[in-house]
């Protein structure tokens, strides 16, 4: 396929931004301020923080370069996916049997805890629940039975195999040689959750301002950020700007690669055919390193996402692209057109285990969740939240892990797109 290059990714109008609540639009950051802490990023990481910080009385503004949810946090399949993107055996080998075990539970909260801030803020996002992790070939159906047991042997018993009918109650394609259904994982409206949750943060005392890029951090006893049009200075700094957060952060921008993925929604299929399509409604993804991940929205258009760019490039004739994505999926949708298409970066680690640390003792920050920030990312908000305001036991555990930075200067990329297409062969060949 041709690319164009992209190296921006700027930020197209997507169904998300034609269908979300209207959100308000809030002043760039001018003159300066004093606060208690200063979050700098407004995803699902940074405005997760900032409302677990307000919520806890503490005076914090936070800094968005562009609007809320300009990023991943706002552009992203919206699929709300059970444990991390690392298998729990490399969890294991970092930190040991026992403390995998408080990774595993805590991975288990940041998925309960969506529901639950939905209902306390009245957040309308369309949260539905149930998920199937497809299978490409035998190999990888094999891999996925030794997932169940794997996560059974965590205490969690609810994902179940289901192949040949089984399957075809659940999907309706015959691509796949079986699957995972796992009704613990779902599905939601990401950038109206967003808006819901910076609504609440703002509802507790946090400050937020838009259109407000950090472009220096001074660091002592207090921390001070600037902008164009002010500063912050702070007791406390979280940087939750992820794969946005650019070079403002040299030491952790070498430990996280943007990784383009592209998401398009299609007109309307109509009831009849999404329910034959999609029985059981669950969202969807297949098990390739370069996956396709998809599900209906409630009004019965199938949102289809694909890719993985380690060049941050854009298909071009992006709409076709994902059509033709889409119709290995579905071969009866040759009449279905797709009506919005973009793209976003993903952050993704060395070894696929998110990056959570400190540059000083009062700068934290979160990063590389790697395709699952859904639901990680409130996890992340909770966790600074807390080591800021004095337990810092759970962040301390997940800052054990260590995190190999990517190669640097002119081989960073091509180095990562030939790793890239070995794997990308190796799917298609069922190594």
């Known amino acids: 396929m041709a690319l164009v290059p992209d190296h921006h990714m700027s930020a197209p109008p997507t169904w998300y931004h034609a269908t979300a609540p209207a959100a308000p639009s809030r002043p760039p950051l001018s003159g300066p301020l004093r606060a208690r802490a200063c979050v700098v990023g407004g995803g699902l990481c940074g405005v997760s923080a ?7 009385g503490i005076d914090t503004v936070l800094l968005e370069a562009e609007a809320i949810g300009h990023g991943a946090s706002g552009r992203n399949g919206g699929q709300i996916v059970q444990g991390f993107s690392a298998p729990m055996e490399r969890i294991e080998a970092a930190v040991g049997r026992a403390d995998a075990q408080v990774f595993w539970d805590m991975g288990r909260e940041a998925i309960a805890a969506i529901p639950e801030r939905v209902a306390r803020h009245g957040i309308d996002c369309d949260l539905r629940w149930g998920y199937l992790i497809a299978a490409l070939n035998r190999r990888q159906l094999d891999d996925l039975r030794e997932t169940v047991a794997q996560w059974a042997g965590y205490g969690y018993t609810g994902p179940s195999i289901v192949e040949g009918a089984g399957l075809r109650t659940v999907l309706g394609t015959d691509l796949y040689a079986g699957g995972m259904l796992e009704p613990g994982s779902g599905q939601l409206h990401p950038l109206a959750y967003l808006r819901g949750l910076a609504a609440a943060a703002e509802a507790a005392g946090a400050r937020l301002h838009e259109q407000s890029a950090a472009v220096a951090i001074d660091h002592g006893d207090t921390v001070r950020v ?10 406390i ?8 957060l650019g070079r403002l952060v040299p030491s952790l921008n070498r430990r996280l690669m943007p990784v383009a993925s592209f998401v398009g929604v299609t007109v309307p299929l109509g ?6 399509l999609f029985p059981q409604d669950v969202a969807v993804a297949d098990c390739n390193v370069a996956l396709d991940y998809y599900r209906l929205t409630a009004d019965r258009r199938l949102l289809f996402g694909a890719g993985a760019s380690y060049s941050a490039t854009t298909p071009a004739g992006l ?16 009449d279905v057109t797709v009506e919005h298409a973009w793209g976003g970066l993903i952050g993704i680690t060395h070894n696929r285990i998110p990056d ?9 920050y979160a ?19 807390e080591a800021a305001t004095g337990d810092d036991s759970r962040f301390r555990l997940v800052e054990r892990i260590r995190h190999l930075p990517f190669p640097g200067g002119l081989l960073r990329t091509p180095t990562l797109v030939a790793a890239m297409g070995v794997l990308k062969l190796k799917d298609r060949l069922g190594w």
């Open 319 to 334: 709409k076709d692209w994902l059509a033709r994505r889409f119709r290995r999926v579905f071969p009866e949708l040759t």
């Open 50 to 56: 900032a409302l677990h910080l307000a919520e806890r």
């Open 271 to 276: 009831e009849e055919r999404a329910r034959r």
């Open 356 to 364: 959570f640390g400190r540059l000083a003792p009062n700068v934290l």
């Open 367 to 385: 990063q590389g969740f790697s395709g699952q920030g859904v639901a990680l990312t409130g996890l992340a908000g909770t966790l600074l939240a």
């Open 226 to 235: 600037s902008t164009a049009g002010g500063s912050v200075e702070a007791d």
């Open 237 to 244: 700094l979280i940087l939750a700007g992820n794969a946005y």
